[in-house]
């Protein structure tokens, strides 16, 4: 078998020791032609296009992992495509998830990747030698001039990427095409008065053209960096928007936990394909779940030699504090965006100073190499 046109794909299937090798079949069925193999007649189809059972290792007394060769032709270079020959139809089984995905050189690359990666977000905001710093812009409900004024408290006290909350979109209180450019000129102020390079990261949404259309205001207005959720607005959405930009993504990971696809691979290796230059993902020890060992295979599967692919930036949050900036440090490594939101808000009349105890975290002496 020719392996450079083959994907092996990697379920986590609970079953029994008499019945998986039918269901790791059924798999391979529904994964890549969706039919009884007696249907298929035709010999290019039989060769070439019907996945295969490429092995099955027991992972606990009901549980295995199953690797499937699944022929890369079918998914057509495109993102949604690979997601859907990888997990489409199998994902409605409650008893799999999909584990991993190994691609066949060069595969990957056609998606082309991170276009900036960990080069150019340095490049972009100027920060080497340390992680960047990143808050956000919260909560819904404020007015464009509350962002604005927030924005503006960020870039004085040295803080590298101001992103939009996630949540925001074109809501009645501070709509896109108000709050955009207000908050951006905000920051082009403050930088211009402190020296900085803060960048900011509004939020795109909406379907694709308006998604696009948004992007290149933005840039016209001299937004530098965008964010988008992938799983919301479509992994097709982000792979078009890294080609059409022409600035660094952000990538949120709303509703990729309903997914029953691994994080690392979700967001570490496929996001990082479909061309998102920094991931955030939910750290451990925040308001969500996920353990320790996970967060660090997402942040490597992001960064590490990989296909040729430039790396991403990890960009652990949620929930995360001051407090936590030399354990995050410690794990993670200098090429990582730390985002801390909420924990800083709370200090209300106080959030210069909270913020300027954040940056001063991120900058102490001693660094981490």
Same mark, same amino acid.
């Given at each position: 078998?020719?392996?450079?046109?083959?994907?092996?794909a990697?379920?986590?299937?609970?079953?029994?020791?008499?019945?998986?090798?039918?269901?790791?079949?059924?798999?391979?069925?529904?994964?890549?032609?969706?039919?009884?193999?007696?249907?298929?007649?035709?010999?290019?189809?039989?060769?070439?296009?019907?996945?295969?059972?490429?092995?099955?290792?027991?992972?606990?007394?009901?549980?295995?992992?199953v690797?499937?060769?699944?022929?890369?032709?079918?998914?057509?270079?495109?993102?949604?495509?690979?997601?859907?020959?990888l997990?489409?139809?199998?994902?409605?089984?409650?008893?799999?998830?999909?584990v991993?995905?190994?691609?066949?050189?060069?595969?990957?690359?056609?998606?082309?990747?991170?276009?900036?990666?960990?080069?150019?977000?340095?490049?972009?905001?100027?920060?080497?030698?340390?992680?960047?710093?990143?808050?956000?812009?919260?909560?819904?409900?404020l007015?464009?001039?509350? +962002?604005?004024?927030?924005?503006? &408290?960020?870039?004085?006290?040295?803080?590298?990427?101001?992103?939009?909350? %996630? #949540? @925001? !979109?074109?809501?009645?209180?501070?709509?896109?095409?108000?709050?955009?450019?207000?908050v951006?000129?905000?920051?082009?102020?403050?930088?211009?008065?402190?020296?900085?390079?803060?960048?900011?990261?509004?939020?795109?949404t909406g379907?694709?053209?308006?998604?696009?259309a948004?992007?290149?205001?933005?840039r016209?207005?001299?937004?530098?960096?965008?964010m988008?959720?992938?799983?919301?607005?479509?992994?097709?959405?982000?792979?078009?928007?890294?080609?059409?930009?022409?600035l660094?993504?952000l990538?949120?990971?709303?509703m990729a936990?309903?997914?029953?696809i691994?994080?690392?691979?979700l967001?570490?290796?496929?996001?990082?394909?479909?061309?998102?230059?920094?991931i955030?993902?939910?750290?451990?020890?925040?308001? +969500?779940?996920?353990?320790?060992r &996970?967060?660090?295979?997402?942040?490597?599967?992001?960064?590490?030699?990989? %296909? #040729? @692919? !430039?790396?991403?930036?990890?960009?652990?949050?949620?929930?995360?504090?001051?407090?936590?900036?030399?354990?995050?440090?410690?794990r993670?490594?200098?090429?990582?965006?730390?985002?801390?939101?909420?924990?800083l808000?709370?200090?209300?009349?106080?959030?210069f100073?909270?913020?300027?105890?954040?940056?001063?975290?991120?900058?102490?002496?001693?660094?981490?190499r």
């Amino acid at each position: 078998m020719d392996n450079s046109r083959w994907i092996d794909a990697t379920y986590r299937v609970r079953a029994s020791a008499d019945t998986i090798e039918a269901r790791a079949q059924a798999i391979a069925l529904e994964q890549s032609i969706e039919l009884p193999l007696a249907a298929v007649t035709d010999a290019r189809v039989l060769r070439d296009v019907v996945a295969r059972v490429a092995g099955i290792v027991a992972v606990a007394h009901d549980a295995f992992d199953v690797t499937i060769r699944l022929a890369a032709e079918t998914t057509g270079h495109e993102a949604g495509q690979l997601v859907n020959m990888l997990f489409g139809n199998t994902s409605m089984h409650d008893d799999v998830s999909l584990v991993d995905a190994e691609f066949p050189d060069g595969y990957a690359a056609r998606f082309g990747g991170p276009r900036f990666g960990v080069a150019g977000l340095r490049d972009i905001t100027g920060v080497h030698g340390r992680p960047l710093t990143c808050s956000a812009l919260k909560p819904q409900g404020l007015t464009t001039v509350q +962002f604005a004024r927030l924005a503006d &408290t960020f870039v004085r006290a040295g803080i590298d990427v101001i992103k939009d909350d %996630h #949540g @925001l !979109a074109d809501q009645s209180s501070a709509p896109f095409a108000e709050r955009v450019p207000a908050v951006q000129r905000a920051v082009d102020i403050a930088n211009r008065e402190t020296g900085s390079r803060c960048v900011y990261a509004p939020s795109l949404t909406g379907h694709y053209g308006e998604i696009r259309a948004r992007a290149l205001d933005a840039r016209d207005i001299g937004v530098r960096m965008l964010m988008i959720a992938p799983m919301v607005s479509g992994v097709a959405s982000l792979a078009a928007l890294a080609r059409d930009a022409g600035l660094p993504i952000l990538a949120h990971p709303s509703m990729a936990g309903g997914a029953r696809i691994a994080t690392p691979l979700l967001l570490g290796k496929l996001f990082r394909v479909f061309g998102a230059d920094a991931i955030i993902f939910a750290n451990s020890g925040g308001r +969500f779940g996920y353990p320790p060992r &996970t967060c660090t295979d997402i942040a490597d599967a992001a960064r590490r030699p990989w %296909h #040729g @692919l !430039a790396p991403a930036m990890p960009v652990p949050a949620g929930g995360m504090t001051v407090e936590r900036v030399p354990e995050m440090r410690a794990r993670f490594g200098d090429d990582t965006m730390l985002l801390i939101g909420g924990s800083l808000l709370v200090a209300h009349d106080d959030l210069f100073a909270r913020c300027r105890a954040f940056v001063a975290a991120v900058a102490a002496e001693g660094e981490i190499r």
